[in-house]
């Protein structure tokens, strides 16, 4: 089996090797090729991930290499994990909405949208060709953010064997295992929405739903893990996605980022840190301080879901799929984040119960959201993106969204090529 990964230059790759070496015994890979553009960088990630799995004494063929092509020839599974225009393009993301007063984050409001921009079209070059080169059914599991509109960008085009994967799930899994004091495999966890916006509204050990138990005995707990105060949580009787916060508390957030430095400056001084002990030679496995990267636990996420599919293991993993009448109230052809059964044909949403308002009006508001910012990102055309804005609830006010535009198209100019000829198509 040859397994690829796209943007292996990523700090997050020792991570994805440590997955692989978990899961060989049901995932036999016989070669890992790691493809990166930045081919110095990729020798420092690369070299770091053969000595892990010489360490392992796992037998796989590590395979570094600048081109795509070479990379997806046969590829039997390809996982994307890039960032198109790097830290300097996520800086952009996270500093130019604060110019109007908005929420600045990478994978929401304006911010995210500008990211959705730069990344959909790549990645759907990267599945088209990977559909041309690949191994006939080739897999892709995509970790790339903004995580639910790539996977709806490449479901709409027709690359069915597409899964988009993010870690909240398994984050609040071994989180409430640590909680419970209790094996991680005892404990499965029940998120329902969309990507980056999602709620658990169930906590099973052994099969038995012991959130109500959790908010009435471990409320001081969830409250320190997450930031919600107790008295939110008691409303929605369920664990918000972190990332709710941005909505829930927005003008708190706005004000806090105006007096501390961009996330994406902390990442950068981490990834130099990090780079720098990967160039360790003596250095044999994933250094703590991975952790601090953010995304814990995505890539052995990723590769388990691998595995699940390769080995027709019926198993339930939480990811991004069509929606099929799932979510009463969204249209099927959209996407949502929910558990699913993973077998050789795919993924199959598990059941859910319908959405209280609370829930269900801000879920619509947000798909609607992506369905015109993916289409914008495979258009090039300004009036959906305006609309896309106009439509995302912590936007919604058209002079926000004309004070936006401009800074968006222009801070992203160089990756934003199917903007350059089309501006105001219908």
Not at 273 to 290: F, N, V
Request: hydrophobic share 40%; proline share 6%.
């Amino acid at each position: 089996m040859k397994v690829t990964v796209i943007g292996a230059g990523s700090t997050y790759t020792p991570e994805l090797v440590s997955g692989l070496a978990q899961q060989h015994h049901r995932l036999p890979i016989q070669e890992l090729v790691l493809m990166d553009t930045d081919g110095p960088r990729l020798e420092v990630v690369g070299g770091l991930a053969r000595r892990m799995l010489t360490a392992q004494g796992l037998p796989v063929k590590v395979r570094l290499t600048t081109s795509r092509s070479e990379a997806l020839d046969g590829a039997d599974a390809v996982l994307i994990q890039l960032r198109v225009g790097g830290q300097k393009a996520r800086l952009g993301d996270e500093t130019f909405p604060g110019e109007c007063g908005c929420l600045g984050q990478e994978t929401t409001g304006a911010g995210g949208a500008a990211k959705a921009l730069r990344t959909v079209p790549v990645i759907l070059d990267i599945a088209d060709e990977a559909r041309r080169r690949g191994a006939p059914g080739v897999r892709i599991i995509d970790f790339t953010n903004p995580v639910g509109i790539v996977t709806r960008s490449l479901l709409d085009a027709g690359h069915d064997n597409a899964l988009g994967l993010c870690n909240f799930a398994i984050g609040v899994q071994r989180w409430a295992a640590g909680a419970l004091g209790v094996a991680a495999d005892r404990v499965a966890v029940d998120p329902v929405g969309l990507n980056h916006f999602s709620w658990v509204r169930r906590v099973l050990l052994d099969g038995e739903d012991v959130l109500p138990r959790m908010l009435d005995q471990h409320m001081d707990k969830i409250v320190e893990r997450y930031g919600f105060p107790a008295d939110l949580l008691g409303d929605l009787g369920a664990i918000p996605s972190y990332y709710l916060r941005y909505y829930y508390f927005h003008d708190q957030v706005v004000a806090e980022q105006r007096e501390q430095p961009p996330r994406a400056q902390v990442v950068a001084d981490v990834e130099r840190t990090l780079l720098e002990m990967y160039a360790d030679e003596s250095l044999t496995e994933r250094p703590a301080l991975l952790e601090k990267r953010g995304g814990a636990y995505y890539s052995e996420a990723a590769v388990a879901l691998l595995a699940a599919a390769v080995t027709d293991s019926g198993e339930t993993h939480v990811v991004n799929v069509r929606n099929n009448g799932t979510i009463a109230g969204l249209a099927d052809d959209d996407v949502i984040e929910v558990p699913c059964r993973i077998d050789a044909a795919g993924a199959t949403p598990l059941p859910q119960a319908p959405l209280p308002d609370e829930m269900r009006g801000p879920v619509q508001a947000v798909t609607a959201y992506e369905r015109l910012i993916s289409r914008a990102a495979v258009t090039g055309e300004e009036r959906l993106l305006r609309k896309a804005l106009l439509t995302h609830p912590l936007i919604g006010q058209y002079p926000l969204v004309q004070g936006l535009v401009p800074r968006l198209l222009s801070t992203g100019a160089e990756h934003l090529t199917r903007f350059s000829g089309v501006r105001n198509g219908v």
